[in-house]
C-alpha cells in the first residue's frame, strides 16, 4: 500500500469507539465527550497529512498520543499503574508526538548547516507552538470546569487535576495543599511535562533531520 493514511484513519476512529462501550463497562462515563473529540484527531491528522508532509510513523504517533488520557476510563489517574502520576505519562504521550511531527514539517524550511540561527528560529517556532496548544488543554480543562464541575474526564476537575505527590509518598497534608491550591500546583507540573516532552520530541527530530541530511546521503 503506497500510502496508507485511510487505514491508518479508520483504524484510529475505531480504537476510539472501542473505548465508548468500555467506559460504560467500567461505570466512568465521564472520559466519553473526550474520547468522542479524540475520534476527529485522525480525521484531521488525514486532512494535515500533505501539508504537515506526515508519514505512517508521525500519523500512527500523533493519534495514538492521546490514548493514555482515555485510559483514564479505568481509573489510573486516581490509581497510576506506573510509578508516578498518570497525568504526567499523559502529557508527554500527547505533546511529544507534536513536537516531533512538527520539527519535521518545519525541517524542509532549514538550512544544511546545522547550528544556524535560521534553524535555532525554527526550533523555537516548534517549541512555543506545542507550548501553545498544551496551554490551551489546560484552559480547555478550566473552561470545563467551570461548566461542569467536578467528575472524570479532561472537562472535569477530578483524579490527576490536583495535588497528589509521588506514588507511594505519605503526603499527610494532601488535603491542606488542595485547599489552597492543588490546582494551580497541578497545572504547573502539567507544563513542566509539556516541556520535558517538548524538548525530547523536538531532540528526536532534530536527530532524524540531521540523519536525513547528513548520513543517509
Given at each position: 500500500m503506497k500510502n496508507p493514511?485511510?487505514?491508518?484513519?479508520?483504524i484510529g476512529v475505531l480504537v476510539y469507539v472501542a473505548f465508548?462501550?468500555?467506559?460504560?463497562?467500567?461505570?466512568?462515563?465521564?472520559?466519553?465527550?473526550?474520547?468522542?473529540?479524540?475520534?476527529?484527531?485522525?480525521i484531521i491528522f488525514n486532512w494535515l497529512y500533505e501539508l504537515m508532509q506526515l508519514n505512517p510513523v508521525t500519523f500512527s504517533l500523533l493519534v495514538l498520543g492521546p490514548i493514555p488520557h482515555a485510559l483514564g476510563t479505568f481509573g489510573w489517574y486516581n490509581n497510576s499503574p506506573l510509578p508516578?502520576?498518570?497525568?504526567?505519562f499523559t502529557h508527554i504521550a500527547a505533546l511529544l508526538p507534536l513536537a516531533l511531527a512538527f520539527l519535521l514539517c518545519f525541517s524542509q524550511w532549514m538550512d544544511y548547516k546545522v547550528f544556524t540561527k535560521k534553524n535555532a528560529l525554527l526550533v523555537a517556532s516548534v517549541?512555543?507552538?506545542?507550548?501553545g496548544i498544551g496551554a490551551m488543554i489546560e484552559l480547555s480543562e478550566?473552561?470545563?470546569?467551570?461548566?461542569?464541575?467536578?467528575?472524570?474526564?479532561?472537562?472535569?476537575f477530578g483524579?490527576?487535576?490536583?495535588?497528589?505527590?509521588?506514588?507511594?509518598?505519605?503526603?499527610t497534608n494532601t488535603d491542606e495543599i488542595n485547599n489552597i491550591g492543588g490546582g494551580?500546583?497541578?497545572?504547573?507540573?502539567?507544563?513542566?511535562?509539556?516541556?520535558v516532552a517538548i524538548l525530547i520530541g523536538t531532540l528526536v527530530g532534530f536527530v532524524v533531520v540531521y540523519w536525513r541530511k547528513h548520513v543517509r546521503y
Open positions: 493514511k485511510n487505514l491508518l484513519t479508520l465508548i462501550p468500555l467506559a460504560f463497562k467500567a461505570g466512568n462515563t465521564g472520559f466519553i465527550p473526550d474520547v468522542l473529540f479524540f475520534m476527529l484527531l485522525p508516578f502520576a498518570w497525568d504526567h517549541f512555543l507552538l506545542v507550548s478550566f473552561a470545563g470546569y467551570l461548566a461542569l464541575g467536578f467528575g472524570e474526564g479532561g472537562f472535569r483524579p490527576g487535576d490536583g495535588f497528589e505527590g509521588p506514588v507511594g509518598a505519605d503526603f494551580w500546583i497541578n497545572t504547573g507540573w502539567d507544563l513542566i511535562y509539556n516541556t
